[in-house]
């Protein structure tokens, strides 16, 4: 079935480090990505998303771009602030008989230290 | 901002016993969900709605959870009886019928502890 493979946390890094956490799928179809966003007592809030293969997604400094040949989807940040200390979740999404759900991985979680 | 309404936020209850929780998704949006969250976990679907069809509920324990949306806007989803392991948060989101791509909105979510 659909799934998503994500790194496992937890992910520590000083203010102004540089941010890779790796995500990779498996779809049977050609699925959208989505990197989420959960700040602790939250829900989850779409950070940024690509819908096609060679697509990148940004917002707030994030990027991730859609690699259909190597089935990853990996999120980057240039510098991180304390303030993006969260837990990522990388999510497919494939529609189906006119529906669409999202399929989530288990989720990293970042601290950002000052 | 339109925002996904869910309540309580906060929910204890005793094994056993039965709980419900409310959302109110975003004004116009047919489709609804709702997904349950362990501690340490990412979400896993429980039910999806299309206005006030059930589409997908194939991994909605049905022995204990149902879920409806009588008018195609509101929907509750019920527990009954409440087991220690169904403690985690239940998150409820929609999106819109106009793109199938459009974004999926969560909802803050519903702690559950049972105890």
């Known amino acids: 079935g659909d799934s998503v493979t994500q790194m496992e946390g937890p992910v520590t890094l000083s203010e102004e480090a540089f941010l890779t956490i790796n995500c990779t799928y498996t779809?049977?179809?050609?699925?959208?990505l989505f990197w989420y966003v959960q700040y602790p007592g939250e829900g989850l809030q779409l950070l940024l998303k690509?819908?096609?293969?060679?697509d990148k997604g940004s917002n707030k400094g994030f990027e991730a771009t859609y690699r259909k040949e190597t089935t990853s989807f990996h999120l980057e940040k240039g510098s991180v602030q304390v303030s993006d200390s969260a837990v990522y979740f990388c999510?497919?999404?494939?529609?189906?008989?006119?529906?669409?759900?999202?399929?989530f991985g288990k989720g990293t979680k970042l601290t950002v230290n000052p | 901002e339109a925002e996904v309404a869910q309540s309580p936020r906060y929910k204890i209850t005793e094994k056993s016993q039965a709980v419900a929780f409310w959302c109110d998704p975003i004004?116009?949006?047919?489709?609804l969900y709702w997904y349950r969250q362990i501690l340490g976990q990412g979400p896993e679907l429980l039910v999806q709605?299309?206005?006030?069809?059930?589409?997908?509920d194939s991994q909605l324990p049905k022995d204990r959870f149902s879920a409806e949306r009588l008018k195609g806007v509101d929907s509750t989803l019920k527990i009954q009886p409440a087991e220690l392991g169904d403690s985690a948060m239940y998150l409820c989101?929609?999106?819109?019928?106009?793109?199938?791509?459009?974004?999926?909105?969560f909802g803050e979510g519903s702690w559950l502890t049972v105890v």
């Open positions: 004004s116009g949006h047919a489709t």
């Open positions: 709605f299309q206005d006030e069809s059930v589409v997908d």
């Open positions: 999510a497919l999404s494939i529609a189906q008989g006119g529906s669409e759900k999202l399929v």
């Open positions: 989101a929609s999106r819109s019928r106009d793109r199938l791509w459009d974004t999926i909105y």
């Open positions: 779809a049977t179809g050609y699925p959208s």
């Open positions: 690509a819908t096609k293969a060679d």
